[in-house]
């Protein structure tokens, strides 16, 4: 079964950390770019983090740049999404996704081979 699983969210309190993990079953990630993107109640969603399929290229939404990282590992078959110094702001589900470069990481309207599940990040006092 070819699927992404995103793990690692939970509840920290502000200026905590957490690392989201993106790992593939079935295919391998080095293949592919990889996005996180993130959905809060009512707004849409937003595109957060991309790596190209080369590592050479990374993006970060301005709202998280010098806060996230992002970042993989082959041998793993796993990307992941270091986030520190965390807002309230950042509490969303996150998701992480797969696909070309010009899609999943430029286009204004992402597009994705492969979602995972989401995961839920609640940054809270």
């Known amino acids: 079964q070819l699927q992404l699983v995103d793990s690692g969210g939970g509840l920290v309190q502000p200026g905590g950390s957490l690392r989201l993990s993106c790992a593939a079953s079935?295919?391998?990630?080095?293949?592919?770019?990889i996005g996180w993107f993130r959905q809060a109640p009512g707004k849409e969603r937003e595109r957060v983090s991309c790596?190209?399929?080369?590592?050479?290229?990374?993006y970060y939404a301005d709202s998280v740049k010098g806060r996230f990282t992002i970042s993989r590992d082959n041998a793993k078959n796993t990307v992941y999404l270091q986030m520190n110094s965390l807002k309230p702001e950042d509490t969303a589900v996150y998701y992480c996704?797969?696909?070309?470069?010009?899609?999943?990481?430029?286009?204004?309207?992402?597009?994705?081979?492969?979602w995972g599940q989401g995961t839920q990040v609640t940054i809270s006092s």
């Open positions: 996704a797969a696909g070309s470069l010009l899609r999943l990481c430029v286009s204004p309207r992402p597009e994705a081979d492969y």
């Open positions: 079935g295919f391998t990630l080095d293949h592919y770019a």
């Open positions: 790596i190209s399929s080369s590592d050479d290229l990374t």
